[in-house]
């Protein structure tokens, strides 16, 4: 497993070696990808389908390892200042964008508390734009499910149980480390029970009768989004689509953070 | 909590101003239909119930409703994490009238970790209000709808998965009076029946959490009326005097039981049927559907308690499913005795159903005083020792002595009698009363004669050989 690990992140930095040409990325933003791994291409059931098209195929990507954290974004927004907390525009963050900041450019006296969980509290451009920075981008609701979908490694402990367990619980007064949580098989950290995680086209998936992909009958929202679900006991995912449903771009949440992906040829 | 009791007051002000503003002649014509004024809404936690609108004229109403999830007391020593209306469960109650209309915003805490919104089955219109509140964590959505429809209404969550929302706590009741009012009456309270999942068995101390597998086989550990097991038992029971109305607003969360409700000792004057318009009268147990209610009223006509069940009766025994009420005042012996009487009963006894029972079949050969000395030691110890004292000395104030008891010696049956049909009443035995009961003895007419045999010659009793022949005689009635 760890051997694989490492031939895996050795090929991504090849193929990002190979790719060094593409853009004027910062050493930084080089050294960032270290945190990523190959996800092979693969299919899936998505949690809700589409009349008739069964299965999805998602196609190899990178995946960062953890959740951005807040030391990560402090970087970016010391890098692009009009994406601090008092110059940002409401028309892309709400007002509680990074409150639980000191300041500005500080994470204050929980520096060291801070450091190392994951950025919550802020909105989708903000997460889209930390991407860009960064050379990458986020995930979409394919790979995020797809890549989520991977089970637990060490633990034989269903998914399910791993969110349920979360949610029953009263968020803690700080977002634990990065990290803290279960390595699933893909080598990924803390997709369930730490945070829940922007995706680009977070609002394509409606259960209600505003969906914006079609695809979905509008009766949806008589069963509250039951019906078309592929498992109707997978609470879990309920949980999650519901949450997504929920967001708007500008909306900053306690425990809403991101990861960033990465296309393999770029 | 300042704040929110200045709040109320300031509610409470808007709403006397309110009341005020309704009795201005000049205003809108009874019957139209027009909004007069505006206030905000005074919520609610159960038991209690927010006064009547009582104003003639629909209005606009200001309803502010805040989801929280936390950790509270789902039966002592049990915590679980609610998803709560308003921070307790059942979540607030509202009450509005016929034809008001009402800006309804509903803020999701920013500590919590899911999205929620509120169906109102009160509301006309798709999803009763469930798409327009939907509300992330940290922000607050705002909807109106007119209330077409008096009667009462459930309210829930209905963010997917719905049943999980409702399961953890998600639930209230929201009274819309009808535009001529209600009558009035003496207390109303406002009662909620719901069940919980949980994954740790009845009773078992600790936080414990929802549990999928119960909650799709329907078999709940915890049956409760407001939230937790004894949220209104004993000294949290709700009171009312003799002579009192009662109304309550009952409402059955669900999610997935129907409530025989049913109050012990009372017969429902009126019920509201499933909350709404129709009224049925004398009723014992009303049926109350998931995600339905019933308004009930009764009169308080003797004191003592009444106990709220839900009559599917293990789930009162066994799940928590009891509130109660605590009527004070007068007693009325005339409706409610109390016991009057204690008496023993025999099968059998007057019917002569079984003449032989216990009779000697035939002529057995009398025993020697000696004889049944010994066997009566033996039969009195087993059968009778335990109330009357190895020594026969009894038990002050419970169990007359039997030795040198006057009343026993003086008896004609030498004491068969008591033996072979209990005795009960007052007694006077060594100047002392008595007024307990003694079951008969299941002794054939061998050994009672052998026990007599004994006490009438024990503990400085001196009574002489009873004979078998004797106690035959007096079962008999001979």
Known sequence: ?266 | MINYNIKIGIALLAFAAVINSCTNPGKSKEGNDSVVGQYEAELTDAPNVPRSPGYKYPEKVIIKLEVVEKVMRLADGVEYNFWTFGGKVPGKFIRIREGDEVEFYLSNHPNNKLPHNIDLHAVTGPGGGAEPSMTAPGHTSKFSFKALNPGLFVYHCATAPVGLHIANGMYGLILVEPKEGLPPVDKEFYVMQSEFYTKAKYGQLGLTDFDMEKALDEKPEYVVFNGSVGAAVAEKAMQAKVGETVRLYVGNAGPNLISSFHVIGEIFDNVHVEGGSLVNKNVQTTAIPAGGAAIVEFKCDVPGTLNLVDHSIFRTFNKGALAQIKVVGEENLKVYSGKQGDMIYQPGAETQKEPDAGAVKSAVPEKSLPERMEQGLVLFQSNCAACHQKNGEGLAGAFPPLAKSDYLMARKDKGAGIVLHGLSGKIKVKGKDYDAIMPQVQLNDDEIASVLSYVRNSWGNKGGLVKASEVSAVRNGK
């Open chain 1, 1 to 266: 497993m760890e051997s694989k690990t490492s031939i895996r992140i050795f090929s991504a930095i090849a193929v990002l070696l190979l790719l060094g040409t593409v853009a004027s990325y910062s050493q930084t933003n080089r050294a960032a990808a270290k945190g990523m791994v190959l996800i092979p291409a693969g299919s899936f059931k998505p949690f809700f389908e589409v009349k008739g098209a069964g299965k999805k195929t998602v196609r190899s990507f990178y995946l960062d390892v953890y959740a951005v954290t807040n030391s990560d974004f402090l970087r970016f927004v010391k890098a692009n200042p009009q994406w601090s907390r008092s110059r940002i525009s409401r028309l892309y963050a709400d007002k509680e964008y990074l409150k639980h900041w000191e300041s500005d450019f500080s994470l204050g006296k929980k520096h060291a508390l801070l450091a190392n969980s994951p950025v919550t509290n802020i909105s989708w451009f903000a997460a889209r734009a930390y991407s860009k920075w960064a050379g990458k981008r986020l995930p979409n609701m394919d790979e995020w499910e797809y890549a989520a979908g991977a089970g637990i490694a060490d633990k034989r402990l269903p998914i399910e149980k791993v969110i349920l367990n979360w949610y029953s619980k009263p968020n803690p007064a700080v977002t634990p480390h990065v990290g803290s949580t279960f390595k699933n098989k893909l080598n990924v950290y803390d997709m369930h029970g730490l945070i829940w995680e922007w995706v680009s086209d977070f609002n394509s998936v409606m259960m209600g009768s505003d969906s914006r992909s079609g695809a979905l009958n509008s009766n949806l929202f008589c069963a509250a989004g039951s019906n078309g679900a592929a498992n109707k006991e997978d609470y879990a995912a309920f949980l999650r689509f519901a949450f997504r449903e929920s967001l708007k771009g500008s909306y900053t949440i306690n425990n809403l953070g991101f990861r960033c992906a990465r296309d393999v040829k770029q």
